[in-house]
């Protein structure tokens, strides 16, 4: 098997780059090793990318509060029963 000439880097530019477009890591990986290239190095720059593109990630401190209300047809607010596992246990 040949070893293509392009570097770490450059590979993983190309898979952050097409991982941004939606495709997917594993038909990333299979093109490149189908074009010869190393698969040790395939997956190498794969990790690298998928570690750059996690620290570029925002990061949340806290999950979001999601309240449900339900309305009646004339727009009222209708009360609802907690579940009798809630009940029970207090929450």
């Known amino acids: 098997m040949t070893n ?4 770490k880097e450059q590979l993983a530019e190309y898979f952050k780059k097409n991982l ?6 594993d038909s990333l990986k299979w093109a490149l090793i189908s074009q010869s290239y190393s ?10 990318a998928q570690k750059e593109m996690a620290k570029e990630a925002p990061i949340f ?6 309240n449900y209300h339900a309305y009646d047809k004339e727009g009222k607010l ?6 009798w596992w809630k009940r029970i246990f207090g929450l």
């Open 61 to 66: 401190k806290e999950k979001p509060l999601i």
């Open 20 to 25: 941004k477009k939606g495709y997917t890591p």
């Open 4 to 7: 293509r000439r392009g570097s």
């Open 78 to 83: 209708v009360e609802t029963k907690k579940p």
């Open 39 to 48: 698969r040790v190095i395939v997956e190498e720059a794969l990790n690298d």
